[in-house]
């Protein structure tokens, strides 16, 4: 009989939840559901799919976990907006991930930092401007010998993503400067900094206040530049 047994194989029961979890998200689709509209009950969800119940309540689980659904009192289970980040804000710890993911993000944030001109001179305020004045008023003219600080640039570039009113940005740059922190100083990017004189926080406030969103462009290039070349090298 043991013989026998060692012959079958186990059901992956894992494979189902994944399964009916899709269909669950694609059964919501259909159904046209919006934010704060009620899913159906666990049983007529279970008899639909022609599953159990324990697996519908696994795959409900997992679509609380990512925030697309929650659980409100008298109302059952209703559709919530989730939040983009919040698994990836867990997950993102510098000292855990792999070289070749947190070089990934280290270019991420480059990126990032120098396609949002448009966005920072279509939104930016004077009130925005004389904070950025104020931020960058004990900072040296020309950065030749400091290529980053992490409260620097909290400070200043927070502020930036900041103007540019989207929350999404926002967030995602909270989350990114530990790895850039992380990577400038862990020794993954081999090449020495190669010191030279760049744009400044003081000169991209400059080309804020009376510039174009093509020069805010080609100033934040520049003032990344030695980011750049470590890169490249």
Same mark, same amino acid.
């Given at each position: 009989?043991?013989?026998?047994?060692?012959?079958?194989?186990?059901?992956?029961?894992?494979?189902?939840?994944?399964?009916?979890?899709?269909?669950?998200?694609?059964?919501?689709? /259909?159904?046209?559901?919006?934010?704060?509209? &009620?899913?159906?009950?666990?049983?007529?969800?279970?008899?639909?799919?022609?599953?159990?119940?324990?697996?519908?309540?696994?795959?409900?689980?997992?679509?609380?976990?990512?925030?697309?659904?929650?659980? /409100?009192?008298?109302?059952?289970?209703?559709?919530?907006?989730?939040?983009?980040?919040?698994?990836?804000?867990?997950?993102?710890?510098?000292?855990?991930?792999?070289?070749?993911?947190?070089?990934?993000?280290?270019?991420?944030?480059?990126?990032?930092?120098?396609?949002?001109?448009?966005?920072?001179?279509?939104?930016?305020?004077r009130e925005d401007i004389e904070e950025l004045k104020a931020i960058v008023a004990g900072e040296p003219d020309l950065s030749a010998t400091h290529t980053f600080h992490i409260q620097h640039e909290i400070n200043f570039h927070g502020?930036?993503?900041?103007?540019?009113?989207?929350?999404?940005?926002?967030?995602?740059?909270?989350?990114?400067?530990?790895?850039?922190?992380?990577?400038?100083?862990?020794?993954?990017? /081999?090449?020495?900094?190669?010191?030279?004189?760049?744009?400044?926080?003081?000169?991209?406030?400059?080309?804020?206040?009376?510039? &174009?969103?093509?020069?805010?462009?080609?100033?934040?290039?520049?003032?990344?530049?030695?980011?750049?070349?470590?890169?490249?090298?």
């Amino acid at each position: 009989m043991e013989k026998l047994f060692d012959t079958i194989k186990t059901v992956d029961t894992s494979s189902l939840v994944d399964q009916v979890e899709m269909n669950l998200i694609d059964l919501l689709i /259909k159904k046209n559901l919006k934010v704060g509209d &009620s899913i159906p009950k666990e049983v007529e969800l279970a008899n639909f799919l022609g599953v159990s119940r324990t697996v519908i309540r696994e795959a409900l689980l997992r679509l609380r976990m990512i925030g697309l659904i929650d659980s /409100k009192k008298h109302r059952g289970s209703i559709i919530t907006n989730p939040d983009l980040l919040a698994l990836l804000e867990k997950r993102l710890i510098p000292q855990v991930l792999d070289n070749a993911t947190l070089r990934d993000v280290f270019e991420l944030r480059l990126v990032l930092e120098v396609g949002m001109a448009d966005f920072i001179m279509e939104k930016v305020t004077r009130e925005d401007i004389e904070e950025l004045k104020a931020i960058v008023a004990g900072e040296p003219d020309l950065s030749a010998t400091h290529t980053f600080h992490i409260q620097h640039e909290i400070n200043f570039h927070g502020k930036l993503y900041e103007i540019t009113g989207n929350d999404t940005l926002k967030k995602f740059q909270k989350m990114l400067l530990p790895v850039f922190d992380y990577v400038h100083t862990s020794g993954i990017l /081999k090449k020495e900094v190669e010191l030279k004189k760049y744009v400044s926080h003081k000169g991209l406030v400059d080309i804020i206040e009376h510039g &174009s969103a093509e020069m805010l462009r080609n100033g934040m290039r520049n003032h990344l530049e030695n980011h750049f070349v470590r890169i490249f090298n």
